[in-house]
T-cell receptor
Framework: NAGVTQTPKFRILKIGQSMTLQCTQDMNHNYMYWYRQDPGMGLKLIYYSVGAGITDKGEVPNGYNVSRSTTEDFPLRLELAAPSQTSVYFC?????????????FGPGTRLTVT | GNSVTQMEGPVTLSEEAFLTINCTYTATGYPSLFWYVQYPGEGLQLLLKATKADDKGSNKGFEATYRKETTSFHLEKGSVQVSDSAVYFCALSEINQAGTALIFGKGTTLSVSS
């Protein structure tokens, strides 16, 4: 049981390039999330999904896109990278939307845009 | 909107010292409250949680009590170890239109020396 896995671990992009951050979970969780973590700040929600085929915007969605074709996978797409997207990105999943259920986090992807 | 405020770090302690990390929240309704810990180079993992007023969450020697009257959820440990060095995040859960989101504080870095 690997939990939540993310690839790549590190990436450097030039301004205007595109990339996809991969996220996979093997816990059969319906709920999945993407967060970004900026230095000295808490995590901000980018997008979330309540099940395959259903996604919605979080607090900071601009410049990102997501898809959810399967229960396991929830990739995050950056179309035109900007320096403001330099951050650490975390994917998470949860069994239930109930407020008492914890979210399980992946190890993160550190992205630098120059 | 809902928010979480936690004490600024870094917090530097000697081994076996007493730890308190303050956390207060603003929320409508009755959220669940969490402490997550992030060890260097890793993703966040749940440390403890409390789902209603006066609940005490505990794990690995850490404790926090859900205080509705003071809107607080302070993290405490009686005797810290070097292995406790990490970033600690206080969070609350809120229900949004399609599920549950976690609202995080900015994190407090704890450094314990032997």
């Amino acid at each position: 049981n690997a939990g939540v896995t993310q690839t790549p671990k590190f990436r450097i992009l030039k301004i205007g390039q595109s990339m996809t951050l991969q996220c996979t979970q093997d816990m059969n969780h319906n709920y999945m999330y993407w967060y970004r973590q900026d230095p000295g700040m808490g995590l901000k929600l980018i997008y979330y999904s309540v099940g395959a085929g259903i996604t919605d915007k979080g607090e900071v969605p601009n410049g990102y896109n997501v898809s959810r074709s399967t229960t396991e996978d929830f990739p995050l797409r950056l179309e035109l990278a900007a320096p403001s997207q330099t951050s650490v990105y975390f994917c998470a999943s949860s069994y239930s939307p109930a407020t008492s259920y914890e979210q399980y986090f992946g190890p993160g992807t550190r992205l630098t845009v120059t | 909107g809902n928010s979480v405020t936690q004490m600024e770090g870094p917090v530097t302690l000697s081994e076996e010292a007493f730890l308190t990390i303050n956390c207060t929240y603003t929320a409508t309704g009755y959220p669940s409250l969490f402490w997550y810990v992030q060890y260097p180079g890793e993703g966040l993992q749940l440390l403890l949680k409390a789902t209603k007023a006066d609940d005490k969450g505990s794990n690995k020697g850490f404790e926090a009590t859900y205080r509705k009257e003071t809107t607080s959820f302070h993290l405490e440990k009686g005797s810290v170890q070097v292995s406790d060095s990490a970033v600690y995040f206080c969070a609350l859960s809120e229900i949004n239109q399609a599920g549950t989101a976690l609202i995080f504080g900015k994190g407090t870095t704890l450094s314990v020396s032997s």
